[in-house]
């Protein structure tokens, strides 16, 4: 898979979803493979580009380029608006932890991306 340079994931499915892993391309919309083992889902991931760019071409679809990573399009600074209420709320709770504000808010977020992952 080394000649082709779009970006992709690599997950594990899902017993309901007939486990083994899923190989997904966000620059690709719909393109997508699978296999038993994550090295098989590569393998049959470098066909699914190639399949899903030919199939573009004989439908004069454009064909993104692929995006290059670029990590400072990610600082860790964004800013967010709240309720006051929950401004207070957020900042009373911080102050019994004997934390920050943005220290609370940054653990309450990871902890909620993590439930949703399991």
């Known amino acids: 898979m080394n ?4 970006p992709f994931t690599v997950r594990p499915l899902s017993d309901a979803d ?4 899923l190989v ?3 620059d690709l919309p719909g393109c997508v493979a699978d296999g038993e ?6 393998f049959e991931a470098a066909d699914a580009v190639r399949s899903w760019i030919e199939t573009a071409r004989l439908h004069g679809d454009r064909i993104p380029q692929p995006t ?3 990590n400072s399009a990610w ?3 964004w800013v967010v608006r709240t309720p006051k209420s ?3 709320r957020l900042a009373e709770r911080a102050k019994t932890e004997g934390v920050s504000l943005n220290t609370l808010a940054v653990t309450l977020m990871a902890e909620g991306l993590g439930r949703r992952a399991v």
């Not at 000649?3 to 779009?6: I, P, V």
């Open 24 to 26: 997904e391309f966000p």
């Open 18 to 21: 007939g486990g083994g892993w």
């Open 37 to 42: 083992t994550p090295e098989k889902a590569l």
């Open 86 to 88: 929950l401004h207070r």
């Open 3 to 6: 000649d082709l340079k779009y």
């Open 75 to 77: 600082s860790g600074k």
């Open 68 to 70: 290059a990573p670029d």
